[in-house]
């Protein structure tokens, strides 16, 4: 009689997928997972809104700090999630590949929350409602964007479903103005001072980067244009 030795089953890593991604898939993860959790939670009135979504006259009476960070993984409806997670795959994976996972997620979550103060800031200067919400990563996203102007002015890229390229040194400043035209035509509640305020960090961004680095910045421009 012989015996067999059964090798043991291997242990199933459940986060095996998340492990896997890069640092965009995980934010994007992050934004979808805490998407849902959020609207449950809401949904059960576990948790109010002003626990999630930056609001001025909260942020300035020194209350909800921490929203500055939650606003950013947290967004209105599905369309708001998918718009900015399909942009934030192919904006963010190219500028990760470019500045390098540590930079990038530095700089993303800088932009964010310079966003967010600009929305706080805004009803100090222009007369507004300060009791309004805003909830979303377009405000980051912005500032990956502007970042790209330094470094890829020249790439084509496809702009709010235009199915026509543009280059990016137009495209971007080109959908800030398009946003606000729709938000003003429309009356849609668009967030467009955080997407400036987020723009304009990542100009700073890219014309820091542009001046550490010139040679490493005119090879990128050279490649993707």
Known sequence: MSFYQIPAPKKRNHFSFLSRLNLTGKIIAANVILFIVFWVLMGLNVLPIEYIAIMPANILAGKYLWTFITSMFMHGSFFHLFANMISLYFVGTLVERIVGKKRY????????????????????????????????????????????????????????????????????????????????????????????????????????LKKKFPNKVAFIQRKFS
């Open 105 to 208: 997620l530095r700089f993303y979550l800088i932009a964010g929350l310079i966003s967010g103060l600009l929305f706080v800031l805004s009803p100090v200067v222009f007369p507004q409602d300060m009791n309004t919400f805003a909830v979303g990563a377009s405000g980051a996203l912005f500032g990956l964007i502007g970042a790209l102007i330094f470094l890829t002015p020249n790439l084509p890229v496809y702009a709010m479903f235009i199915p026509i390229p543009i280059k990016m040194k137009y495209a971007a400043p080109g959908m800030l103005v398009l946003l606000w035209l729709i938000s003003i035509g429309a009356g849609i509640p668009i967030g467009n001072v955080a997407h400036f305020g987020g723009l304009m960090a990542g100009l700073v961004y890219g014309v820091v």
